[in-house]
């Protein structure tokens, strides 16, 4: 019986050399293939933490130099984060806050590389979305009215086409035409929450050109108007 065991086992072993003889380097080649893969997800991900927290603390740095009002020095931060954290969330964030500050201090030049920035780099919709409007209305505000709209035409996100809409109106209204005005109105009214206080800034230009936005049809005349 022992014997019998013996040549069983002897024929299992015999079978699983063969096995391995003949597959064995491609089962070998398949395991390195998915550990590398998985050592390579890993180490991409540490990376990108890594990245975050390095980014985090120069956003950090340079929030402190626009509260000190010390815009060299946020300018410098913001270049070094753009060399190094490119793709960092906070070095969209970082543009958008530089933006700002310089566009409260009149330097309209550094407002407008930061936005332009945002809007060719910026991989998250969101991030981009608010450039583009920011950099829309610095242009409209100089009165480049295509300039404007053509960054109104790149906003891919759904959830700004509220606030696209109201400023296409706005853009359609300074160049005197009305219906294009009126229809971008109409689109922005439609669109926003029926809850939102904006609606209402909305409906007070509809009415100033004569549309009751809350008619049937969208185009009655406001009363007193033509």
Same mark, same amino acid.
């Given at each position: 019986?022992?014997?019998?065991?013996?040549?069983?086992?002897?024929?299992?072993?015999?079978?699983?050399?063969? @096995?391995?003889?003949?597959?064995?380097?491609?089962?070998?080649?398949?395991?390195?293939?998915?550990?590398?893969?998985?050592?390579?997800?890993?180490?991409?991900?540490?990376?990108?933490?890594?990245?975050?927290?390095?980014?985090?603390?120069?956003?950090?740095?340079?929030?402190?130099?626009?509260?000190?009002?010390?815009?060299?020095?946020?300018?410098?931060? @913001?270049?070094?984060?753009?060399?190094?954290?490119?793709?960092?969330?906070?070095?969209?964030?970082?543009?958008?806050?530089?933006?700002?500050?310089?566009?409260?201090?009149?330097?309209?030049?550094?407002?407008?590389?930061?936005?332009?920035?945002?809007?060719?780099?910026a991989g998250d919709e969101a991030y981009a979305a608010i450039a583009r409007l920011r950099l829309a209305n610095?242009?409209?505000?100089?009165?480049?009215?295509?300039?404007?709209?053509?960054?109104?035409?790149?906003?891919?996100?759904?959830?700004?086409?509220?606030?696209?809409?109201?400023?296409?109106?706005?853009?359609?209204?300074?160049?005197d035409k009305r219906q294009e005005a009126k229809s971008a109105y109409q689109l922005a009214y439609q669109k926003?929450?029926?809850?939102?206080?904006?609606?209402?800034?909305?409906?007070?230009?509809?009415?100033?050109?004569?549309?009751?936005?809350?008619?049937?049809?969208?185009?009655?005349?406001?009363?007193?108007?033509?």
């Amino acid at each position: 019986m022992a014997n019998q065991l013996d040549l069983e086992e002897q024929e299992q072993l015999d079978q699983l050399k063969h @096995f391995w003889n003949q597959y064995g380097n491609l089962i070998s080649g398949l395991l390195l293939v998915v550990l590398g893969s998985v050592a390579a997800w890993n180490g991409f991900h540490y990376w990108q933490r890594s990245q975050a927290t390095q980014a985090a603390g120069m956003f950090d740095e340079m929030a402190k130099s626009v509260a000190a009002g010390d815009m060299a020095l946020a300018q410098r931060t @913001f270049s070094d984060m753009k060399e190094r954290y490119a793709s960092a969330t906070y070095t969209q964030q970082a543009a958008l806050a530089l933006a700002r500050q310089a566009s409260d201090k009149g330097d309209t030049d550094t407002a407008k590389s930061a936005l332009q920035w945002a809007v060719d780099k910026a991989g998250d919709e969101a991030y981009a979305a608010i450039a583009r409007l920011r950099l829309a209305n610095m242009y409209f505000d100089s009165k480049d009215y295509p300039q404007a709209l053509a960054l109104l035409d790149g906003v891919k996100d759904e959830s700004f086409a509220a606030l696209v809409a109201d400023r296409r109106g706005d853009i359609f209204a300074a160049q005197d035409k009305r219906q294009e005005a009126k229809s971008a109105y109409q689109l922005a009214y439609q669109k926003l929450d029926e809850r939102a206080q904006y609606r209402r800034v909305v409906q007070v230009k509809l009415n100033a050109m004569g549309v009751d936005p809350d008619a049937s049809t969208g185009t009655q005349p406001v009363e007193g108007q033509k």
